[in-house]
């Protein structure tokens, strides 16, 4: 079998609001976090536009440190097209990394694992292929957004 290739989509950027993280608690399967989207752009080879405030990223920080992803927005193209994306991923590392990123501070992508399966939703005909293929992505954690490059597999 041949090794599958990629090619890069696009990049995210997406908003949050680091004072604005809920925090359900404890829930026996982990500790709850739910942050807010607040916006942002994404922009690759022929496609690019806005993320629509007031998605949420659903994180369930499991007791091995590994924390569940599971975000839910809206993308809007400059051309108007409304497409959604539900992103699950995973994303661990030292302990002392981990730390300070939940504490705002930058830290180094390769100091830490935050790797997900985007999957898209669109009325647009002209987007339809985002419903015919499969994704992953790579996350970047800053303070105050998440870069996620979105790459198709070939």
């Known amino acids: 079998m041949e090794q599958p290739k990629l090619e890069f989509v696009f990049e995210i950027s997406v908003l949050v609001t680091p004072g604005k993280i809920q925090e359900v608690g404890e829930t026996g399967k982990g500790i ?73 501070e930058a830290v180094n992508a390769d100091e830490y694992y935050f790797r997900s399966i985007p999957v898209f939703e669109t009325g647009a005909v002209q987007y339809n292929w985002l419903m015919k293929n499969i994704f992953i992505a790579t996350g970047i954690r800053k303070p105050d957004k998440v870069l996620i490059q979105v790459w198709k597999i070939l």
């Open 32 to 104: 709850r976090r739910i942050v807010p989207i607040t916006g942002g752009t994404f922009e690759g080879p022929g496609i690019k536009g806005i993320v629509v405030p007031g998605g949420y990223d659903w994180q369930l920080q499991r007791s091995d440190h590994v924390s569940e992803i599971e975000a839910r927005y809206i993308l809007q193209t400059d051309d108007g097209a409304l497409i959604t994306i539900v992103n699950k991923g995973l994303r661990h590392g030292p302990e002392e990394v981990m730390k300070r990123i939940a504490l705002g």
